[in-house]
């Protein structure tokens, strides 16, 4: 793929990651909290892709973006002032040091693959908002 196609997610990805929102969202009000976080997300995603990764594993980290947001938005659900926090802050919270929001049902190794995924998400948003670095 030429490089220059390569400033946004592939439209598959982006397909995806549009329907994420109202997957995660349990109120209305969750919605544009989702849309943020995708938008966020999908600059890590091309991050990624621009690393010539393979498919299977760009569709893991794709997966645990899933699981990360929608862990985002179940704490928000408990806690409805984190709707109006940045959402790099949102992020930086919900993957400090490196692990990511213990999900259940996910085995140790489905964990550790969730973790490695927030390593990288933690890695480069502090690397793309300096003042966000813990």
Do not use: C
């Amino acid at each position: 793929m030429p490089s220059g196609r390569r400033h946004q997610p592939s439209k598959e990805v982006a397909t995806i990651m549009e329907g994420w929102p109202k997957s995660w969202a349990g109120t209305h009000e969750d919605e544009p909290v989702g849309r943020r976080l995708v938008a966020a997300l999908q600059l890590f995603m091309t991050h990624l892709q621009q690393q010539a990764l393979s498919s299977r594993t760009l569709r893991r980290h794709l997966d645990n973006l899933w699981l990360i947001g929608g862990e985002i938005i179940r704490q928000v659900n408990y806690d409805p002032s984190l709707r109006d926090k940045p959402t790099h802050a949102l992020l930086l919270e919900a993957i400090q040091g490196g692990e990511a929001p213990l999900v259940r049902d996910l085995t140790e190794e489905q964990q550790g693959a969730l973790d490695a995924t927030a390593r990288k998400l933690l890695k480069f948003v502090s690397a793309s908002n300096p003042r966000a670095r813990t």
